[in-house]
C-alpha cells in the first residue's frame, strides 16, 4: 500500500499557466479520490458518458492536442487510425515509462495527482472503444505504481471504472504494468512487445502500426500521461476554447523540466510558444551559477540534438522569414524543429562553459550504448562503437582522426535502423560533432594516430585503450 502524499506547497512561476500541474506540490493537496472529487473530479468523465464517442474525439482534433511524450504527433488524428471496420477489441496504453533522459513530468503527475490521469483515460478509452486499458510504469517507480493501483482501486468503489460505468452500459478495467526499466520500452511497438511479455523488440512499420495491429494484433491507441491528462481538460472548456491557449499548432500548455547548470532547475507547466529558451533559462530559472556562461542546450531530452549559445536560426518562410539568437527561440514544437532540434519530451538540459562537451557526449552515448535493444545491428554495434571512441577522447587517447570516425558510425546509424532509436542515439554525435567539432578535436592527440579507430578496427576498440 502507498503512503499518502501531502505537499508541502510551491508557488508557481508568474510565468507559468498551471493545468495539468495545478496540483503538483499544492499546499493541503492529496492523491486521494476524495479530495479529487472535492474540486470536480470525474466532472468530465460523467460529462463524456453523455456524449458519442466521435464527438470526444473530434474535440480532442479542435483542441489540436499534439502528443507531449517525444514525437509531438496529433492525438485525436492518431486515435482516427483505428479502421473503421474493425471487429476486434480496441486497446489504451498509457506509455508511462518516461525513460527520456532529462524528463521528470510524468512521475509527478503519477505521485500527486493519480486520478486526473485516470479520469483522462477513461475518457480517452470510451471514445476510441476501448474496454480494456494499461498503464505501462517503468520498474523504478515502485511507489506510483501502488499510487495507481490504489487510485484504480478508489475509482471502482465510486463506479467510474468496471461494469457498466456510471450506468452508461460502458465497461471500463484498467490495469497497471510494471515494465523492467528498458529505455527501448518507451517506444511504442518495444513497450506493446514487452506487455505481450515478450522481448521489446520494436515492430516494423509498416504493417504494425499500433493503431491497425498493436497489442495482440488488435487496433491500440499508445499516448503519454501528459497527453492523456489533457483529454479532460479539453472536454472541460471544449476544443476551439483549449486551442486559443498557446500558439497555433501548437496548441495548449505543456510541462518543461529544466536540469543541469541553472540556479533552480525543476518543472514549470506553460503555454506552448509563449516562452522563449532565454526567458526560462534566464527568468524561470533564475540563470546560470556564479561566474558561468552558456555553452549549449539540449532542449528535448537526451536524444533532441544540442543547440549551441549564440547560434542564429532562420526562421519562417518568404516575407515572414527572420533571424532569431538561440536564446530567442520559442519554446513550441514547430520552432524547436525548424531550429534543427525538436521539442521531445520537454526535457531540458541546460550545459554551462564549466562542461566538457566530450564529457557531456560520452555521458550520453554510454547510455544509449547501455540501452539499444540489439535487434538491428546498425544501432547494437554503432552505439558501442561511439561510446569506445568516446572514452578514447575522454581519456586523452583517441587521434584527431577518430573524431571523423566517430561522425561516420553515428551517420551509418541514422535511417537504418527499425525504430527511432537509431536517431535517438545518433542525433546527439551527430549535433555535437556539428556544434563542437573543434573542441573535441582540441580533446584528442595526434601522436595517438598510429590508434586510429576505423570501422575495421572498432571490435578490437577496447583493447586499444
Not at 495539468?20 to 476524495?34: L, M, Q, Y
Not at 515572414?320 to 531550429?339: G, H, Q, R, V
Not at 542515439?425 to 556544434?435: L, N, R, V, Y
Amino acid at each position: 500500500m502507498s503512503k499518502v502524499i501531502y505537499t508541502s506547497g510551491k508557488e508557481p512561476h508568474a510565468r507559468e499557466s498551471r493545468v495539468v500541474f495545478k496540483n503538483v506540490d499544492r499546499e493541503g493537496w492529496d492523491p486521494s479520490i476524495a479530495r479529487y472529487m472535492s474540486e470536480g473530479g470525474y466532472d468530465q468523465l460523467k460529462k463524456a458518458m453523455k456524449m458519442e464517442p466521435q464527438a470526444i474525439t473530434d474535440e480532442v482534433k479542435k483542441g489540436g492536442l499534439r502528443g507531449r511524450g517525444g514525437a509531438g504527433f496529433p492525438a485525436g488524428v492518431k486515435w482516427g487510425f483505428i479502421p473503421p471496420n474493425n471487429e476486434k477489441p480496441v486497446y489504451l496504453i498509457c506509455n508511462a515509462d518516461e525513460s527520456e533522459p532529462g524528463t521528470f513530468k510524468d512521475r509527478y503527475i503519477i505521485h500527486q495527482d493519480p486520478h486526473q490521469l485516470i479520469e483522462g483515460m477513461a475518457i480517452s478509452s470510451f471514445a476510441v472503444g476501448a474496454k480494456l486499458a494499461y498503464i505501462y510504469i517503468r520498474e523504478e517507480f515502485p511507489e506510483g505504481a501502488a499510487i495507481l493501483e490504489k487510485a484504480i482501486s478508489e475509482a471502482h468503489e465510486k463506479g467510474f471504472l468496471g461494469k457498466d460505468v456510471l450506468g452508461s452500459g460502458f465497461d471500463l478495467e484498467i490495469y497497471v504494468h510494471r515494465g523492467a526499466g528498458a529505455y527501448i520500452c518507451g517506444e511504442e511497438t518495444g513497450l506493446i512487445e514487452s506487455l505481450e511479455g515478450k522481448r521489446p523488440y520494436p515492430r516494423i512499420k509498416p504493417p504494425y502500426f499500433p493503431a491497425a495491429m498493436g497489442l495482440y494484433l488488435c487496433p491500440t491507441i499508445v499516448n503519454n500521461v501528459e497527453t492523456l491528462c489533457h483529454v479532460k481538460h479539453i472536454l472541460e472548456v471544449g476544443g476551439e476554447e483549449w486551442a486559443k491557449t498557446g500558439t497555433p499548432n501548437n496548441t495548449g500548455t505543456r510541462i518543461l523540466c529544466v536540469s543541469g547548470d541553472v540556479v533552480k532547475p525543476g518543472y514549470f507547466e506553460v503555454q506552448v510558444g509563449h516562452v522563449t529558451m532565454g526567458e526560462l533559462i534566464n527568468d524561470m530559472c533564475g540563470g546560470l551559477k556564479d561566474g558561468r556562461k552558456l555553452k549549449a542546450v539540449i532542449p528535448g531530452g537526451s536524444s533532441a540534438k544540442v543547440l549551441r549559445a549564440g547560434e542564429k536560426f532562420t526562421v519562417g518562410r518568404g516575407d515572414d522569414a527572420k533571424e532569431i539568437d538561440m536564446l530567442d527561440i520559442p519554446m513550441d514544437f514547430d520552432t524547436l524543429a525548424a531550429c534543427g532540434s525538436m521539442a521531445g519530451s520537454g526535457g531540458v538540459i541546460v550545459i554551462d562553459d564549466s562542461r566538457s562537451i566530450s564529457w557531456v557526449l560520452n555521458n550520453i552515448n554510454a547510455f544509449y550504448a547501455h540501452e539499444s535493444c540489439g535487434q538491428c545491428t546498425p544501432c547494437r554495434e554503432g552505439s558501442l562503437w561511439m561510446k569506445k571512441i568516446t572514452d578514447r577522447v575522454v581519456a586523452g587517447k583517441a587521434s584527431p582522426a577518430d573524431i571523423d570516425t566517430l561522425d561516420s558510425v553515428a551517420r551509418n546509424i541514422d535511417g537504418r535502423t527499425i525504430c527511432a532509436f537509431g536517431e535517438a542515439c545518433a542525433w546527439p554525435t551527430e549535433s555535437f560533432i556539428d556544434k563542437f567539432r573543434e573542441e573535441l578535436v582540441g580533446d584528442t592527440d595526434a601522436s595517438n594516430s598510429e590508434k586510429i579507430l576505423n570501422p575495421e578496427s572498432l571490435a578490437a576498440a577496447a583493447n586499444l585503450s
